[in-house]
């Protein structure tokens, strides 16, 4: 069964501290592996990753995808208030199908 | 450029009545997302469209659930009757796969009350 796993499912941290949230994925035909951030409502998109070893990087976030191991982590360094959020990880695969992982809430506390 | 547009943003019914939900994606997406999303878990799909045709719909329950989506542009999903477990938040999100690329983006949801 197509599956895809974050952790840890919650974290609590402070200002300035640096984070590390983990996705893995069981997917038929793999495509991407896309990161979301989750605050009240609607997923806004952070990162598409398609290959392995290449990090992308915005601002303070970055990520990387590992496709032999079948995992991705998303790093935020120095963290703010203001990236308390819910933090969701999807895999794409088949023809445009996409599975979300429950997501990883984050809260740094100032 | 406008977002994705949901109506409701809140909706408060009792069990047995009927609900709808309204979707607009981004002008030019083709791809149209039906999401349903539990307290404490991911977004799980309900049913993707591509242009006007329901392509994945296994997710459905479609003894009470329908969703149409007639000239390929806005949208609506449709409960009823609605049970006490139908209480979630329901996602629309769309995209323009190109060249590989996937990102959907999603509207801001409707929250569903079901007392």
């Known amino acids: 069964e197509d599956k895809v796993v974050q952790s840890p499912l919650s974290l609590v941290v402070h200002e300035g501290d640096t984070v590390t949230l983990n996705c893995s994925y069981e997917v038929t035909n793999f495509r991407s592996l896309l990161w979301y951030k989750q605050e009240k409502k609607a997923p806004t998109f952070l990162f598409m990753l398609?290959?392995?070893?290449i990090e992308k990087k915005s601002g303070r976030l970055s990520s990387i995808l590992d496709k032999k191991e079948l995992f991705s982590i998303l790093n935020i360094t120095a963290t703010q208030t203001g990236d308390s959020a819910v933090y969701l990880c999807?895999?794409?695969?088949?023809?445009?199908?996409?599975?979300f992982g429950a997501g990883t809430r984050l809260t740094v506390k100032p | 450029e406008a977002g994705v547009v949901q109506s409701p943003r809140y909706k408060i019914i009792e069990k047995k009545q009927p609900v709808a939900f309204w979707c607009n994606p981004i002008s030019g997406h083709n791809t149209l997302y039906w999401y349903r999303q539990n307290l404490g878990q991911g977004p799980e799909l309900l049913i993707r469209y591509e242009n006007e045709e329901a392509v994945d719909d296994s997710q459905l329950p479609k003894d009470r659930f329908s969703a149409e989506r007639l000239k390929g542009v806005d949208s609506t999903l449709k409960i009823q009757p609605a049970e006490l477990g139908d209480s979630a938040v329901y996602l629309c999100?769309?995209?323009?796969?190109?060249?590989?690329?996937?990102?959907?983006?999603f509207g801001p949801g409707t929250r569903l009350t079901v007392t």
């Open positions: 999807a895999a794409t695969y088949n023809n445009n199908d996409m599975r």
């Open positions: 999100a769309s995209s323009f796969p190109r060249q590989g690329r996937y990102e959907q983006y």
């Open positions: 398609t290959s392995s070893g």
